[in-house]
């Protein structure tokens, strides 16, 4: 029997962590990746000053197939979710970042381009940062759709390169 992929998403908003803010991106997430048939539980959701932490935990003890986070990529003083996810990747993937932030501005959100995200891989783990809204997500949810099962394949060795 083969054990089902994971997945785990982190929400990176001090106002949703407070409960003055109901997010609305991670049950996006949660919803689009159980369809997908991965194993994954409801959102964490925690406040901008404790995603780094956060990260470190999932990737450490949860040690889930993929990782998507959502919040805490622009510029803001508070926004810390890339700068906690990019030391632990051990090999990036920049094309999924630059794919996303075009579909935001083909969507004509010329805002897009200064979201700061960064994907990649941690171990054995795919992570990526997406924006906050719930456009960002679901314009990450676009990128990743036609390519999550060859990237999770790869990641698994099962891919043929001829």
């Known amino acids: 029997m083969t054990v089902p992929a994971t997945a ?6 001090t106002r949703a ?3 003055t803010y ?5 049950p996006v997430l949660v919803d689009w990746l159980r369809g997908r048939g991965l194993d994954v539980r409801d959102a964490t959701v925690v406040a901008d000053a404790d995603v780094a932490g956060q990260v470190d935990r999932t990737l450490v003890d949860e040690q889930p197939t993929v990782l998507l986070t959502t919040g805490g990529t622009g510029v803001s003083p508070t926004d810390q979710t890339v700068a906690a996810v990019r030391p632990h990747l ?3 993937l920049p ?3 630059t794919a996303l932030q075009q579909r935001g501005v083909d969507a004509g959100v010329p805002t897009a381009v200064l979201s700061g995200g960064v994907a990649g891989v941690a171990g054995r783990t795919f992570v990526m940062t997406l924006p906050g809204s719930r456009g960002g997500v679901e314009d990450g949810i676009a990128v ?3 390519v999550l099962d060859h990237l ?3 990641l698994e060795g099962r891919t ?3």
């Open 17 to 19: 962590a407070a409960g």
């Open 8 to 13: 785990s998403v982190i929400v990176a908003s």
């Open 152 to 154: 999770l394949d790869q």
């Open 22 to 26: 109901t997010d609305r991106t991670g």
């Open 144 to 146: 990743l759709d036609p």
């Open 90 to 92: 051990t090999h990036e």
């Open 95 to 97: 094309g999924l970042v």
């Open 160 to 162: 043929d390169h001829e």
